[in-house]
Structure formats: structure tokens, C-alpha cells
């Protein structure tokens, strides 16, 4: 199949976006500090991390809507950049998001043998995809498909997050505006990676991505030992119940799970966890099996090198034991 990109379906105006004033906006998540007269945003989930938020200064408001799917707010930070809101929670920021957007593509990319077909689910700001290409450019990846429910992310990604969002007409992507769970339901394709990079469960319409019906329809759509990969939604610092949960729920369609984590100062607790699993049983995904040079790695990836692959595996005792010890 020859890829072909689909059209993006949003009638939003990217030339003539509305003007937001600071000082009259008004969002749950936005706080007005008298005493220096600062606007900060601050990250809280009562489900995902109670008692606990983050915090960074509003320096301006670039955009605010509602769209079919979600709240989407996208704010200048006075320390990380730009900063992708969605339902209140934080998605991206500049400064930092190459950390995750690395960890998440180049983990199950250098973990396969030959990753021709590579299908992401969600990841709207498309910093997976701008990693992907990396690995067409070398000739080892083929055929990327992308599918994200909610357009309008992808097109307000193009003009707040541009570094990220550069490929998103590349003419090896074919990029499909649906819901996720849907397309893997009716899809005849398979593919050797999948890659999850969904919102939190919680926080719109990701839920259905973390049960394990979910795993199934991956599992479906997979080669013969080809590899999953998706964002956990905690970290081992926040519900370590929650992960080992998950975790049970991959093993029951995957006999090769395992968790990872990598360090992001932007998402709460500053890190985040990923499950990558396969029905290989003798694949170890905690080396490798292709690396580069430490020149092409510099060249390449600003978080990701063959050894950050390996140690992303490496947990805290007590986490080690709660999560992979029977």
C-alpha cells in the first residue's frame, strides 16, 4: 500500500485564531497571584494524583476551545515554552518533550529485527511521528500510519508546536482522522510496531486504550512478534497499585511485558512510565538490538542513547519488586 495522507478536517483558521486577554480569561486551571500579579497554571487530577499539582507561570494565552473531543488549551509559559493543555492536564511542553516523544518511538524501533510497518494511535502533537522519520530516512522503517481522533490538535500543533508537528504531511505518513479503538476493530492491516501515545484515561477519550480488550485488538493487528508500546498514565511514584494492574492486564494477552520510565520535569512526579510488550518470549528488551555510534547518536536524539535504553528498565527495589516479582 502506498501511504497517502488524509485531509485534516478541521475548518479551524490557523491565520485568524482569536486574541485571548490574560487578564479576562478565565480557566479551572489558570490562578491569578495578587501580590506580583503572575498567572500560573497549575496541573491537578483528584483521580490520577491526589493532593499534588504542578505549577508553571502563564506568560500568555495562545489558545483556548472545546472541541468534539476535549478542552484544548495551549498557553506560553514563561520557563518551558509552549505549553499543550488538554482537559487540564499537560500533554507537551518544548522544553522538554523530546524526552518522552524519544523514549517512546526509539524503545520498540531498536527493539525489532525489521520494523517496516509502524502504526501510532493518538499522538496528535506528532512528535512520535517526527521521530519515525528518523528511522525512514535510514531506510529501516517503510510504511507510517497514524490515527488520531481529534484533528484539531494536529492543526493547532502545526502552528504552536512546529518543531514537533514538521512532519505531519510527510509522504510516508498516512494520516487517518479516527477514533483509535475503532480502526483497530474493522483494520485488516498488520503492522510490526504499534505505538500508543494516548491522553490519560481519565482525561477524555483515551479510557478504552488501558483495558485489555485494548491489548487484544493490538495483539490482532500485530506480526508475528511484533512489539506494543504506550504511555502507562502513572509512574511508579504515584500508583504503583494502578501500574501493576496494568501490567497484569497486558500479561494476559502479552507473555513479554515490561515497564520503563523515562524523566520528564513537566509531567507530575517527573517522570513517566511506558509498557512495551510482545508475544515474543525470548525478546529482551532491555538491550537493543541495533545501536548507532555516539556520533550518530548526538546527531540523531537529544534523550534517547543505548544506554538510557537499557537503564530506562532499571527501577527502585521496592518498585522492582512490587512490579515484577510474583
Known sequence: ????????????????????????????????????????????????????SFGLQVEEILYHAQSQFQDILIFKSTTFGNVLVLNGIIQCTEKDEFAYQELITHLPIMSHPSPKKVLVIGGGDCGVIRELIKHVEDGTVEEITMV???????????????????????????????????????????????????????????????????????????????????????NIWLNLEYLKSLKTKASTVFN??????????????????????????????????????????????????EQVHCMSFVLPTWAENYLNNN
Open 256 to 305: 513479554n511485558v515490561k515497564y520503563c520510565q523515562c524523566y520528564m520535569p513537566s509531567y507530575t512526579s517527573g517522570q513517566l512510565g511506558l509498557i512495551i510488550a510482545t508475544t515474543d518470549s525470548s525478546k529482551d528488551f532491555t538491550h537493543p538490538l541495533r545501536s548507532f555510534s555516539r556520533e550518530k547518536e548526538s546527531k540523531l536524539f537529544k534523550y534517547y542513547n
Open 1 to 52: 500500500m502506498s501511504p497517502s495522507t488524509h485531509q485534516i478536517s478541521s475548518n479551524l483558521d490557523l491565520d485568524n485564531l482569536p486574541h485571548f486577554d490574560l487578564s479576562t480569561f478565565r480557566h479551572d486551571s489558570i490562578t491569578y497571584h495578587k501580590e506580583d500579579s503572575s498567572y500560573w497554571f497549575y496541573e491537578k487530577s483528584k483521580q490520577s494524583f491526589p493532593g499534588q
Open 148 to 234: 488520531e481522533i481529534d484533528d484539531m490538535v494536529i492543526k493547532l500543533s502545526t502552528k504552536f508546536l512546529p518543531e514537533m508537528a514538521k512532519y505531519h504531511n510527510h509522504p510516508k505518513l498516512n494520516l487517518i482522522i479516527d477514533d483509535g479503538f475503532a480502526f483497530l476493530k474493522n483494520s485488516v492491516e498488520k503492522y510490526d510496531v504499534i505505538i500508543t501515545d494516548s491522553s490519560d484515561p481519565d482525561d477524555g477519550p483515551a479510557e478504552e486504550f488501558f483495558q485489555i480488550n485494548y491489548f487484544k485488538l493490538l495483539l490482532n493487528a500485530l506480526n508475528e512478534k511484533g512489539i506494543v508500546i504506550m504511555q502507562s498514565s502513572e
